[in-house]
């Protein structure tokens, strides 16, 4: 019989349902299954904590799928998850060419599955070798559960070398999704581009912290750092900015917020792209005195390891300074970190600490967070990634 053991003490986080297992609280494990199959995890005693997926390549060696040891798990028990998360999302389904976070992960209990789904189509990443185990199972759930036009999948996210994966991108059901999908996130629409696109092709996660902008940005300047494809852009426009300055350092990405624009029949006329590096702009336009009444700062992960927290937070604190030095008075920040190793607080301070250096002060109006379609277990506050402050300058 397969089974991991766990060193004395080790059972502590199980007891509190947290779903992974690391290597270093692991005392022996007996007939290791193929990679992917699943291990029943014992406490020193010798009771059964947990069914996991076993994942022999990855510092975390196990992840849990259930905290019963008589559950069966199965095709029906990963269409019993699959259905439980959908139904969580069924206001966001209702929408026909709404896109929404289906599936997250370890948060709706199916560690390494994300599942978007975008107009007709579902994009998945199976991020684990369990979730990679049970495709098969999983593909046939959705498709019995979502009706859709096709089930593509985008698992060419780098996290997979850790669990020994290869990266794949194929179609696993129905038709190939289009070059470029059209969704409508409020009133506004945007092309998504799922087969080359970051992630699964849209940030999501940001859907309700887009709309924070609207109400700041009446007739005013706005610099968009880190656009993408317009998430934040086009919401500035539509709210009546006079102009907007969107900057990235990928071309394929503003290219599509232009189209973008145009879809939504926006002015471009107020529009200008900077493919450039959000760092180099901010300081250029510091040294030039231009000023804005808003900059969104919202820039990818600076880091993946805890080795690197310290200079992550360097970053962070020198692109927050930089952008309220570019603030006028009464100006407002939306600026956002989606490290997952940098804790909320830890991200306020950095906020602060470069208020302090630009030798301005601010009021924090909100904090923020990923949208409720990304939700957080109470019991794996690891899935909290996503972290924002809406701060006002107040001189
Ligand atoms: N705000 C966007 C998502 C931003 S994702 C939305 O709501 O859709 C981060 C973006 O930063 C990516 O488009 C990436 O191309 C860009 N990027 C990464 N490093 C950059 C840098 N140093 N300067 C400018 N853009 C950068």
Same mark, same amino acid.
């Given at each position: 019989m397969s089974g991991i053991t766990l060193k004395p003490g080790r059972e502590k986080s199980l007891l509190r349902r947290h779903p992974w297992i690391f /290597? *270093? !609280?692991?005392?022996s494990v007996t007939a290791p299954p193929e990679p992917g199959a699943t291990i029943p995890v014992y406490s020193h005693k010798g009771q059964v904590l947990a069914l996991a997926a076993w994942s022999p390549a990855s510092q975390i060696r196990a992840r849990v799928w259930s905290f019963a040891a008589s559950t069966r798990i199965d095709a029906d028990f990963f269409q019993q998850r699959l259905r439980t998360a959908i139904a969580l999302r069924n206001n966001l389904l209702a929408q026909p060419q709404g896109a929404c976070r289906l599936v997250n992960a370890e948060a709706d209990g199916v560690p390494g599955l994300i599942v978007d789904r975008y107009a007709g189509f579902l994009i998945c990443q199976f991020l684990s070798a369990g979730s990679d185990y049970w495709r098969d199972a999983i593909v046939a759930a959705l498709q019995a559960l979502v009706p859709c036009r096709g089930i593509y999948e985008r698992s060419d996210a780098d996290i997979r070398q850790k669990e020994g994966l290869e990266p794949l991108i194929a179609t696993l059901a129905g038709e190939a999704p289009p070059a470029l999908l059209e969704i409508r996130e409020a009133d506004l629409r945007y092309l998504v581009d799922v087969q080359h696109g970051h992630k699964t092709g849209f940030y999501l996660d940001q859907r309700d912290n887009r709309l924070q902008l609207a109400p700041l940005c009446h007739e005013a300047e706005v610099l968009n750092g880190f656009a993408y494809s317009g998430g934040f852009g086009l919401r500035a426009l539509q709210a009546g900015a006079r102009s907007l300055v969107n900057v990235d350092s990928s071309e394929q990405a503003l290219a599509l917020l232009d189209q973008n624009v145009e879809l939504n029949q926006? $002015? !471009? *006329?107020?529009v200008t792209n900077l493919h450039e590096d959000m760092f180099t702009t901010l300081r250029r336009f510091h040294e030039e005195k231009r000023k804005f009444d808003v900059i969104v700062l919202d820039p990818?992960?600076?880091? $993946?390891s805890k080795a690197h927290l310290e200079r992550a937070c360097r970053g962070y604190k020198d692109i927050n300074r930089l952008a309220m030095l570019n603030l006028r008075p009464g100006g407002c920040l939306l600026t956002f970190s989606c /490290? *997952?190793?940098?804790a909320t607080d830890l991200f306020q301070k950095v906020v602060a600490d470069a208020a302090v250096d630009a030798g301005r002060n601010g009021l924090i109006l909100r904090q923020l967070q990923q949208a409720s379609d990304h939700p957080v277990a109470l019991s794996f506050p690891e899935g909290r990634y996503l972290k924002g402050l809406l701060v006002k300058m107040v001189d």
């Open positions: /290597s *270093g !609280a692991i005392e926006l $002015d !471009a *006329g107020r990818p992960k600076f880091v $993946d /490290s *997952g190793l940098l």
